[in-house]
C-alpha cells in the first residue's frame, strides 16, 4: 500500500492553456474524489466516482473541467483553456466504500500565469 | 458552501499547552471526521466519531460531539512543535458519498 499519488506536484502554465493531472488512489479502493483547495481554505469538493462510474459532480466543475476514471483505476482531471482563477491546490483522494475516512493524496499545486 | 466552520481560525500556543478547535456544522450527521494538513501537503484522517458518540480518544487527541448543539471540539494535549499544521472539520452527505470541509484552524505550536 503506496498511499495516494499525485502527478505532477507542481504544474505553471499560461492562461489558455490545457493542463492534465493524474491520480493513482490505493489499489483496494473503489471510490475516488477530486478536492480543489485555494490557499487559507477548505477543501471544495469537485467530483466522485465509485470504480469508473461518475455518480457525482459538483457545480464548481464547470465545462473547462473534465474528469475521468477508466477501468476504475487512475483518475485524470482535465482542464481546459485554463484561467487565473483556477490557480488552486488540486486534491485527489481515496476510499473503500463504507469506509469513512478518506486517504488524500499531496495534491497537484496548479499555477496559471 | 462549506457545512462546517472551525472556530478559532488561527491558535498560537507553546509546547506542552493544550489546543481546542472547535467546529459547528449545519445539518444532520451520521458521523463527523476530524483531518491535520501540514503546509503544501495532503490531509491526513485522524480521527472520525458516530453520531451516537460522545466522546473518543486517540493517543493525545480527544474529540467530543454534541448533536444537540451540532459541534465538536478537538482537543490536542501536551502539543508538540511538530502538531503544528491546519486542522479541518469534514461532515458526509447523507449517501456518504461526499466530504464537506470547513475552512479549518491553523495551529502554530511554538517551541
Known amino acids: 500500500d503506496t498511499g495516494v499519488s499525485q502527478n505532477p506536484r507542481h504544474k505553471i502554465t499560461k492562461r489558455g492553456q490545457n493542463v492534465t493531472f493524474r491520480c493513482d488512489p490505493i489499489s483496494e479502493h473503489n471510490r475516488l474524489y477530486w478536492y480543489r483547495q485555494t490557499l487559507g481554505q477548505g477543501p471544495e469538493f469537485l467530483t466522485y466516482f465509485q470504480n469508473e462510474a461518475q455518480l457525482e459532480k459538483s457545480r464548481l466543475l464547470s465545462d473547462r473541467f473534465s474528469a475521468e476514471r477508466p477501468k476504475g483505476s487512475f483518475s485524470t482531471l482535465e482542464i481546459q483553456r485554463t484561467e487565473q482563477g483556477d490557480s488552486a491546490m488540486y486534491l485527489c483522494?481515496?476510499?473503500?466504500?463504507?469506509?469513512?475516512?478518506?486517504?488524500f493524496g499531496s495534491g497537484t499545486r496548479l499555477t496559471v500565469v | 458552501s462549506q457545512q462546517g466552520e472551525e472556530d478559532p481560525q488561527a491558535l498560537s500556543i507553546q509546547e506542552g499547552e493544550n489546543a481546542t478547535m472547535n467546529c459547528s456544522y449545519k445539518?444532520?450527521?451520521?458521523?463527523l471526521q476530524w483531518y491535520r494538513q501540514n503546509s503544501g501537503r495532503g490531509l491526513v484522517h485522524l480521527i472520525l466519531?458516530?453520531?451516537?458518540?460522545r466522546e473518543k480518544h486517540s493517543g493525545r487527541l480527544r474529540v467530543t460531539l454534541d448533536t444537540s448543539k451540532k459541534s465538536s471540539s478537538l482537543l490536542i494535549t501536551a502539543s508538540r512543535a511538530a502538531d503544528t499544521a491546519s486542522y479541518f472539520c469534514?461532515?458526509?452527505?447523507?449517501?456518504?458519498?461526499?466530504?464537506?470541509f470547513g475552512g479549518g484552524t491553523r495551529l502554530m505550536v511554538k517551541p
Open positions: 466519531i458516530r453520531s451516537n458518540e
Open positions: 445539518t444532520s450527521i451520521n458521523n
Open positions: 469534514a461532515t458526509p452527505n447523507n449517501a456518504g458519498n461526499m466530504l464537506t
Open positions: 483522494a481515496s476510499s473503500r466504500e463504507g469506509g469513512y475516512g478518506y486517504t
